[in-house]
């Protein structure tokens, strides 16, 4: 991935025409936000996968881990191999399916720790690592479907598989797991049934003495939503990254949004009145319009659904984009500013002067969730990274410990 070890204000000369800004003093004012909500028996383990979110993995791992995370949590084999060439040495739990002896060897060679959800997964990786002869035995953890219905074995039968599990000398059962469905709901019953179901398969376990030593269930909506989640490890994602998993969740802690998403004027146009913009014309001046050109489109991660409804900020004022959003480019409206310049930069996400515009907002427009638009931001967008001081939101209780 391009990444530039400059200020954002060295990126004129770059001529960039747009870019995402990655605030690492954010991510670990996040961190340790999650931090202040768990005992020091519990662990958090920061979920990096798919990039981190469109973060970057590597830059979030390391600051993450900095600042007091202790685990990571990846997708799949090559985001783990990605985190570990970049000489990351924390544990990493392969969060996904891995059924093919090609990944087995590959997990065992990066000392990833892989996620087993069947019997028969289970003798793959023995049969392999068996040919592949490694000195001990595979850290693996152990993942239960209590109400999800994606990946993990049926928790009323957890005793069969675990047993199956303890027999292979090739594995180390280190954790059990399971996976919430609807903790980001105000109504918490079935994330209670959820867990209910985790505590009766451990139950089962204890009895049998099988059960592995370590326990986690919580997301980042999990982890906000209750203590008796949290268990020995929490798997946090949006919450690192500055966003809440619900509006209701809060007051829980204060989370700064990591990524401000921007981009530069390349053009301007005066239009006369009835001038249509843009593909299809579904924009026509109802009078005559200065517009801006910005360098930014689809195909950088700006959902086109976007189009004649969503806002940016230039110069701390708010203007609308207009016209259909096209692959590279968008136009907005800049009659408001005469003097506006080519080179200017524009906020697409972020925060300008008093006014901010968040991954929320546009999720809320788009009829998404803030997660699919984080990731969904392109490779095309160079990752720069800003320390800056995080804003200190006037009802955080902990804003006066911090400098
Ligand atoms: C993605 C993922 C998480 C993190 O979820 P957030 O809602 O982003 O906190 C935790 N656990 C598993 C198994 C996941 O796949």
Not at 54 to 64: E, F, L, M, P, R
Not at 65 to 83: F, S
Request: with cysteine; charged share 15%.
């Amino acid at each position: 991935m391009l990444s530039w070890e400059h200020t954002p204000d060295l990126l004129p000369m770059r001529g960039c025409r747009a870019w995402i800004e990655i605030n690492l003093t954010a991510l670990a004012h996040n961190v340790q936000q999650f931090k202040t909500r768990l005992s020091p028996q519990t662990d958090l383990m920061a979920v990096v996968k798919a990039d981190a979110y469109g973060h970057g993995a590597v830059t979030v791992a390391q600051t993450a881990l900095q600042a007091g995370a202790t685990w990571l949590g990846v997708a799949t084999v090559p985001e783990g191999i990605e985190l570990r060439q970049a000489g990351i040495a924390a544990p990493i739990l392969v969060m996904g399916a891995v059924n093919h002896p090609e990944e087995v060897r590959a997990i065992a060679l990066w000392q990833l720790q892989p996620t087993l959800v069947t019997p028969k997964q289970a003798l793959v990786f023995a049969e392999t690592l068996a040919t592949a002869a490694p000195t001990v035995p595979l850290p693996v953890h152990l993942k239960l479907d209590t109400g999800m219905a994606r990946l993990g074995f049926d928790w009323q039968r957890a005793g069969e598989f675990i047993s199956l599990v303890r027999r292979l000398p090739q594995l180390d059962p280190v954790s059990l797991y399971s996976h919430l469905a609807t903790a980001d709901s105000p109504e918490p019953a079935v994330m209670r049934l959820q867990q209910q179901r985790f505590e009766q398969a451990i139950a089962d376990l204890r009895a049998q003495g099988l059960c592995p030593p370590r326990l986690h269930l919580a997301n980042s909506a999990g982890t906000l939503a209750a203590p008796d989640l949290h268990y020995d490890l929490v798997r946090v994602g949006i919450g690192l990254y500055g966003f809440y998993p619900a509006p209701h969740l809060r007051a829980a802690v204060d989370l700064q949004p990591v990524m401000e998403v921007k981009a530069r004027v390349t053009h301007l146009n005066a239009i006369a009145a009835g001038t249509g913009v843009s593909y299809g014309h579904q924009f026509i001046a109802p009078q005559p319009l200065n517009l801006a050109v910005v360098g930014v489109g689809y195909a950088d991660g700006v959902p086109r659904i976007l189009s004649n409804r969503m806002a940016v900020l230039v110069r701390g004022q708010r203007l609308p984009q207009v016209g259909a959003i096209t692959m590279d480019q968008m136009m907005i409206d800049v009659t408001s500013l005469p003097d506006l310049q080519v080179g200017e930069p524009v906020t697409l996400l972020g925060q300008s002067g008093p006014d901010q515009i968040s991954a929320e907002d546009w999720a809320a427009l788009s009829g998404t969730i803030s997660w699919e638009i984080l990731c969904g931001f392109k490779h095309r967008l160079p990752r720069i990274t800003v320390e800056t001081a995080v804003r200190l939101s006037t009802t955080d209780p902990a804003a006066g410990l911090r400098k």
